[in-house]
C-alpha cells in the first residue's frame, strides 16, 4: 500500500471515540499520585494531559502498570518551566523527566506526528510536533494507543484500541507492514504485548512480524539488546520464548539458538521455557532476577549439548577447564545481541562456578576462595534455578578475611652495652 493510501485510511480515524468516566473502569485510585500531580499542574495552565501508552492499557486489564506516561500539547521548554524538579533528554526525539522521591520518574512527552514520507528510509526522523490524533496514529499498536483525559476523567480512542482490548487481538496502528518497516523493534514489541496479555496477533501483524523479522539487524544494537532484556524480565519470558519460537524472532536475533531450539518438539526449548518460567515465578513473589542469571538460563541448555564435546578431565582439572570452556562457549551464543560486557562477563563467573556441582566428586566442598567471591551468592541463584545447591557445598565456615587478625607485637632488639658498664 502506497503512503497515499495509508494517510487516507488513517484520516477516517482522526474523528476519536470518546468513553465517558461511566463506560470505563479507570480510576485515579490506579494512577500513581506524582502522575496525577504533573497531569493536574499542565491542565491548570492551560495544557492538554493526557495519560497515555501502557499506563492506560495495564489499568483497563486490572494490572499495576510498572510506569506512567504523559503526552501534552506543552513544548518541552514549557513542561520544563512548570516542574523545577526536571531536565529535558533525548535527540531523536525530546524529553522531559520529572522527578519525585525514591527515584520515581515521570516522563512527558509532546505529542508529535508520524514522517511525512511512511515509506522513508528505517528510523528516519519523525520529531515534528502534532496533535493528539496524530500523535496516537503514530504509535506502534492499537492497545498502547490509548489516551486517558485528566479534563474529564474520559477515555480517547482514535484507533478502536479499546475494541481490540476487549476482543483480545494485538494489532498495528494503520499498515502493519509500513509500521514495521518504519521502525523494527515494533516487531518486538508486538510479541511482547501478546506473550504478556495472552493476546493474538491479527493475521496482518502477524504476517508483517515475520515479513521483518530480519530487519532488526538495522537497528542500533543496544535497542535491541534492551528490548530483549525487557522480553526476559518482564514477568512472562516463558511465554515469550514459545512465541518468539513460533515467529522466528527467536532466530532473527539469535540464531545461534536455531540448531538446538527450533525443532518443533526440541528438549532443549522446552527446557529453556521451563527455566524461565521459575525466572517468571519469582519476579510475579517481587524477587529481582540479574540479568546474568535470566542470560545463563537462555543459554544454559544448548550449553549442555555443547558441552557433550567436550571431555573434562576430573577433579580440579576438569572444573578450571569447565570454566575455561565457558568463558569461549557462552559468549559465542549470546554474540549476535550486544550484551552489556558486565553482564555478559558475570554471566561467565557464574556459570563457571557451576563446575563445583556439575563435576561434583562425593563429599566435594567449595575452597574458600570461591565462597568469598563477590559473584558466590548469585551463582548460588543460578544453581538454585537449574535444580543444584551450590551452597549446600560450602563447608568453609566463615573466611579469614572477615576475621579479626590479632596483631603481633615487634621484639625489641636489647641495645648494646658500652665497655666497662656494670650489669649488676
Known amino acids: 500500500m502506497s503512503s497515499s493510501a495509508v494517510q487516507a485510511s488513517e484520516k477516517s480515524l482522526l474523528q476519536p471515540t470518546i468513553i465517558p468516566r461511566p463506560e470505563h473502569t479507570i480510576s485515579r485510585r490506579d494512577i500513581d499520585n506524582d502522575a496525577l500531580k504533573v497531569l493536574y499542574r499542565l491542565h491548570s495552565h492551560g495544557y492538554l494531559a493526557y495519560l497515555v501508552g501502557g499506563g492506560v492499557r495495564d489499568v483497563l486489564l486490572g494490572r499495576k502498570p510498572k510506569d506512567f ?12 518551566k512548570l516542574f523545577r524538579n526536571s531536565r529535558i533528554i533525548g535527540k531523536r526525539f525530546r ?11 515521570i516522563e512527558v512527552s509532546t505529542f508529535r506526528r508520524p514522517a511525512e514520507d511512511d515509506e522513508a528510509e528505517v528510523l528516519s526522523d519523525n520529531n515534528t510536533f502534532g496533535t493528539p490524533a496524530e500523535d496516537a496514529l503514530r504509535r506502534d499498536l492499537t492497545i498502547n494507543a490509548l489516551f486517558y483525559n485528566i479534563a474529564d476523567f474520559s477515555v480517547v480512542d482514535y484507533v478502536d484500541g479499546l475494541a481490540d482490548l476487549k476482543a483480545g487481538r494485538i494489532r498495528a496502528v494503520g499498515n502493519a507492514d509500513v509500521r514495521f518497516h518504519r521502525d523494527p523493534v515494533r516487531v518486538l514489541r508486538a510479541v511482547r504485548h501478546a506473550a504478556r496479555t495472552g493476546f493474538s496477533l491479527t493475521r496482518d501483524t502477524l504476517k508483517a512480524v515475520k515479513s521483518h523479522r530480519g530487519d532488526l539487524c538495522l537497528c542500533p544494537t543496544s535497542r535491541v539488546r534492551d528490548e530483549l532484556m525487557r522480553d526476559l524480565k518482564g514477568g512472562a519470558a516463558a511465554a515469550w520464548l514459545e512465541l518468539a519460537h513460533d515467529t522466528g524472532v527467536l532466530y532473527s536475533l539469535l540464531p545461534t539458538l536455531e540448531p538446538y531450539y527450533a525443532a518443533k518438539d526440541s528438549p532443549q526449548r522446552a527446557q529453556a521455557v521451563k527455566l524461565l518460567a521459575q525466572v517468571d515465578k519469582s519476579l510475579a513473589k517481587g524477587k529481582d532476577v540479574e540479568e546474568a542469571v535470566v542470560l545463563c538460563l537462555l543459554f544454559w541448555p544448548a550449553l549442555e549439548v ?9 577433579g580440579r582439572q576438569g572444573r578450571a577447564q569447565w570454566s575455561m570452556w565457558v568463558r569461549e562457549a557462552l559468549p559465542a551464543l549470546a554474540q549476535p545481541v550486544a550484551f552489556a560486557k558486565r553482564v555478559l562477563e558475570r554471566a561467565c563467573q557464574i556459570a563457571g562456578l557451576m563446575g563445583f556441582v556439575r563435576l561434583a566428586a562425593p563429599g566435594q566442598t567449595l575452597p574458600k576462595k570461591v565462597v568469598t567471591r563477590g559473584y558466590y551468592p548469585v551463582a548460588c541463584d543460578l544453581a538454585k534455578f537449574l535444580g543444584w545447591d551450590l551452597d549446600g557445598m560450602n563447608r568453609s565456615g566463615p573466611s579469614k578475611s572477615s576475621s579479626k587478625r590479632r596483631r603481633r607485637r615487634r621484639r625489641r632488639k636489647p641495645k648494646p652495652r658500652k665497655k666497662g658498664e656494670n650489669t649488676a
Not at 69 to 80: F, I, L, M, Q, Y
Not at 95 to 105: C, D, E, P, T, Y
Not at 306 to 313: G, K, P, R, S, V
Open 306 to 314: 555443547l558441552a557433550q564435546e567436550e571431555e573434562f578431565a576430573p
Open 69 to 80: 506516561d504523559v503526552a501534552t500539547n506543552a513544548r518541552p521548554s514549557e513542561v520544563r
Open 95 to 105: 524529553l522531559i523527566q520529572v522527578f519525585f522521591r525514591g527515584g520515581k520518574i
